[in-house]
């Protein structure tokens, strides 16, 4: 179990346990202005929670296929204060129809299309595109998007190439470029994207950690989140 400032996140059933990464995607997404938000694969839920503590009158739809970590979401939504605010759906999100569109879709995708896969079935579901290319995550995303809405995603570089050369008519707004530490290369990258060309790009780099602790930028967006600070 992973304990929060103000949640708690079981993760005995899901493939992907809690990272520092998707702790960092989390605290970054966007959804201030947004009434409405879906989670695409929101495996423990994690994702969900960090923005409905956020944004107190958000309303989160979070789609999971994995049958144990549907029961690790619904459990840490539960157990949460946003309770009332996020619903998890056992659901291939191809098929998912929601009543309303989203002003904010985010998703942590599988990363890896065409690479080696694991032993364990569970984390090949999570990791790789075996189910959900990311082709389908951009038709997904646009069929299920509001007007002037905006997708964010986190992947590896390579990945979000991939993902940005695979679906050309999604605009980049924002980028974050993540690396361990400076000395290191990016081994993600977390990106705002919108159907509209903005009228300009943020690009930024950050290091998680300094000098054998978290960096002050990092501390800074977690601060709401972690115990440690």
């Known amino acids: 179990m992973f304990r929060f400032k103000q ?17 960092l995607f989390g605290a970054l997404i966007e959804a201030s202005d947004a009434k409405r938000a879906l989670d695409i694969g929101t495996g423990t839920g994690l994702l969900s929670l960090m923005v ?18 549907v029961q690790d979401a619904t459990e840490n939504v539960l157990d949460s204060p946003f309770a009332s ?3 998890v759906f056992y659901e291939d999100i191809k098929d998912f129809v929601p009543k309303e569109k989203y002003e904010v879709i985010f998703c942590n995708p599988p990363f890896y299309e065409n690479r080696l896969s694991s032993p364990d079935p569970k ?32 992947l590896p570089p390579f990945e979000m190439e991939q993902f940005r050369s695979q679906s050309p008519e999604w605009q980049t707004e924002k980028q974050y470029l993540i690396r361990h530490r400076k000395d290191k ?31 002050g930028i990092f501390a800074e967006v ?8």
Request: with cysteine; charged share 30%; aromatic share 10%.
């Open 7 to 23: 949640f708690m996140v079981r993760q005995e059933r899901s493939a992907m346990k809690v990272c520092t990464d998707s702790c």
């Open 123 to 154: 984390k090949n579901l999570a990791h790789h595109a075996s189910l959900l290319k990311w082709k389908e995550v951009s038709e997904c995303a646009k069929r299920l998007l509001a007007e002037d809405g905006k997708l964010w995603l986190l």
């Open 222 to 229: 977690l601060r709401d989140y972690y115990l440690l600070f």
């Open 185 to 215: 290369p990016i081994f993600r990258e977390i990106a705002c994207y919108s159907l509209k060309k903005p009228s300009s790009t943020l690009v930024e780099e950050w290091n998680i950690y300094e000098n054998e602790k978290y960096s």
């Open 85 to 87: 605010r996020i619903k």
């Open 52 to 69: 409905a503590q956020r944004n107190p009158s958000l309303i989160i739809d979070a789609v999971e296929i994995d049958s144990g970590a």
